[in-house]
């Protein structure tokens, strides 16, 4: 697409349930990337991926978090067990090197 | 490991008037320098770059940055802002392959700018 797609845009759930994000990368971008966005807290890489294979895990916070990528394009960011510190915006990016990162308009996750 | 420093949380400016916002990184390597702006509501959409050559880069908006080496800073300027500026805008370092690689970008935690009429 000419955008990375993000959803659902919104997502409020009770705390103890799980959530799948979902982010649509531009088509032919090979690297795609999570971050979070806390109020106070800026932005924190979470996951990154080459094609289907995430070299580096080690910025998901938790292990209720897990991501999966198929066919080196869509990608599923799950939260299991949700809390209520996981409340913030989830948010994908896309690169295709040496361009620079494509931002989706990001999911607001709030856990009650 | 790097690690980015945005001086300011917030800026409040008049319209019309000149603005610099200030961002500085500690990296032991060469570094890739981004900046991003967030409206509200939105994700980040890339004002500009510094990947190589031209230490003066120019952006969208009529923004501009300057990397200096020697004092490992990435200020963003713009010389007369509008109401539309108005919005969060964020540095970002990364080093080795333009775009990230394993580590992804490193961001600021922002800095709010405020046009006042």
């Known amino acids: 697409g000419a955008g990375v797609s993000q959803s659902p845009s919104n997502k409020v759930t009770e705390k103890g349930k799980d959530v799948e994000l979902r982010c649509d990368p531009i088509s032919g971008h090979t690297a795609l990337y999570w971050y979070r966005q806390s109020l106070g807290q800026g932005l924190e890489f979470l996951i990154y991926?080459?094609?289907?294979?995430?070299?580096?895990k080690s910025g998901l916070p938790s292990d209720r978090f897990s991501a999966e990528r198929t066919g080196g394009s869509v990608s599923t960011l799950t939260i299991q067990r949700t809390q209520q510190e996981d409340s913030a915006v989830y948010l994908c990016?896309?690169?295709?090197?040496?361009?620079?990162?494509?931002f989706g308009s990001g999911t607001r996750l709030t856990v009650v | 490991a790097q690690s980015v420093t945005q001086l300011d949380s917030q800026v409040p400016v008049f319209e019309e008037a000149p603005v610099e916002l200030r961002c500085n990184y500690s990296?032991?390597?060469?570094?890739?320098l981004f900046w991003y702006v967030q409206y509200p509501n939105q994700g980040l959409q890339l004002l500009l770059k510094?990947?190589?050559?031209?230490?003066l880069v120019k952006g969208i908006n009529g923004f501009e940055a300057e990397f200096n080496k020697s004092q490992t800073s990435f200020h963003l300027r713009k010389p007369s802002v509008h109401i539309s500026d108005t919005a969060e805008y964020f540095c970002a370092v990364s080093e080795g392959m333009p775009g990230g690689g394993a580590d992804g970008l490193t961001f600021g935690k922002g800095t709010h700018l405020i046009i006042q009429p």
């Open positions: 990296s032991s390597v060469s570094v890739y």
């Open positions: 991926f080459q094609g289907n294979s995430a070299p580096d």
């Open positions: 990016a896309s690169s295709l090197r040496p361009y620079g990162y494509t």
């Open positions: 510094y990947l190589s050559g031209s230490t």
